[in-house]
């Protein structure tokens, strides 16, 4: 409970009418000055009263994916804030303010008005947002705000009022039957188990795969949507190499932002489709079990995580084709990926143009170096983040691999380096 800048004013006027009344004896300046302190004290005690009993809960509506393995970035949300009067009698005027980490950090509050809230009964504010960025996000308290009728007194309360949204990064689409098959070093595409083959069993519906394939039967006894599984011949693994430690650029427009949607639509396309993936960070030892599994671990990935690349680079015996993703700003990297590169290095992507200063001339010059041991150089530039999948798609074309003896050229952003 505070005073306003208005209520220290009228104290101030009650207590001077209250000297003036003691010295002049005047009767009505002792009228006035009762009546003012009466008022005071009646609006000192109905904010807090406002408050009282109060609870508060936070609901997402999640109907908008409700076909998703969750909320990825760029979904459009809507938060629910629930509040509960516990007291018979009603409250009015109750203002709430909302802070939602959903949102870029100068547009995170909103403010709204309850005009009357009921005894024993609820009033809810509903506002959407667009989740920006990845992360695991949680609500703080929900702040309840109530003046006296004169604006003289301010009370606030925080209302617990929990509620955590773990945001996934983005998937883009990734061509994995054009691609795996040279990934795995194959000749060609492989067949998978989700489209051929003699019917084996129902797994959980995951974000990507084809509604032709929903077991309806399992569904409906699981009570949730349950697709099918055919047999198929064992499929391809597939590592994805990247630090975690350094990122270079600002927002959504840095590396290591890019890295993991690079690695989210790699891994999500190799495990939809039965094969194993690995990835560093966390490290070879973990090999991830499904898409959601690697989503929630991209999700909460802060920079400053793991041993980073050369750490990586050392440690590495997972087994499969590997895929690794540089900073040209990274020279340490780079001259790692150069000088220990591993031998089931399939293809590099260098992460170009997202450092204003700083980036090695010749990072791109020593990758090409790879380019005589048959590993595809792709450059990615921001914004470029769907050329390059298409161009990781395309490398089909060679098999996954360079001619022994061939020199890589210059190609465009986002194009494949041969």
Request: glycine share 12%; proline share 6%.
């Amino acid at each position: 409970m505070r005073p306003t800048p208005r209520g220290i004013l009228f104290l101030a006027v009650a207590l001077l009418l209250y000297l003036l009344a003691r010295q002049t004896t005047i009767g009505w300046f002792y009228v006035v000055d009762a009546g003012m302190w009466a008022a005071a004290l009646v609006n000192l005690f109905l904010p807090g009263w406002t408050l009282r009993r109060l609870k508060a809960r936070r609901a997402l509506d999640r109907r908008a994916s409700a076909l998703k393995l969750g909320i990825f970035e760029g979904d459009a949300v809507t938060v629910s804030v629930t509040v509960t009067n516990g007291g018979r009698l009603p409250r009015f005027l109750v203002a709430l303010v909302e802070r939602c980490p959903l949102l870029l950090p100068g547009q995170r509050q909103r403010r709204f008005l309850l005009g009357r809230l009921g005894g024993h009964s609820s009033g809810t504010a509903t506002y959407q947002v667009v989740c920006g960025t990845r992360g695991d996000y949680r609500f703080g308290p929900l702040l309840a705000n109530s003046a006296s009728p004169f604006g003289l007194f301010r009370a606030q309360m925080a209302l617990e009022a929990p509620l955590r949204v773990l945001v996934f990064p983005q998937v883009l689409d990734f061509d994995a039957h054009r691609a795996m098959g040279e990934v795995a070093g194959l000749s060609s595409p492989v067949v998978f188990a989700r489209s051929t083959g003699d019917f084996r069993s129902a797994r959980e519906y995951y974000h990507g795969d084809s509604l032709r394939h929903v077991h309806w039967r399992s569904s409906a006894r699981q009570g949730k949507l349950m697709v099918k599984q055919f047999d198929a011949p064992p499929q391809p693994h597939l590592g994805v190499l990247f630090d975690a430690r350094k990122s270079f650029g600002e927002g959504k427009e840095a590396t290591l932002e890019y890295a993991v949607k690079l690695a989210a639509a790699l891994g999500c396309a190799c495990l939809r489709e039965g094969g194993g993936f690995f990835m560093a960070p966390p490290g070879p030892s973990v090999r991830f079990s499904g898409p959601r599994p690697l989503l929630e671990y991209l999700a909460r990935l802060q920079t400053g995580t793991g041993k980073g690349l050369v750490g990586a680079l050392r440690s590495w015996q997972a087994p499969g084709a590997v895929v690794a993703i540089v900073a040209a700003a990274d020279a340490e990297g780079v001259e790692a990926l150069v000088r220990q590169a591993p031998r089931n290095l399939m293809a590099v992507v260098l992460l170009q143009g997202f450092a204003a200063a700083g980036e090695a001339p010749d990072a791109l010059p020593r990758l090409r170096r790879l380019g005589s041991a048959g590993i595809a150089l792709v450059t990615c530039t921001p914004g470029a983040l769907r050329e390059t999948l298409d161009a990781l798609a395309r490398s089909r074309l060679l098999g996954g691999r360079v001619p022994a003896g061939g020199t890589p050229g210059r190609a465009r952003a986002g194009e494949m380096m041969r």
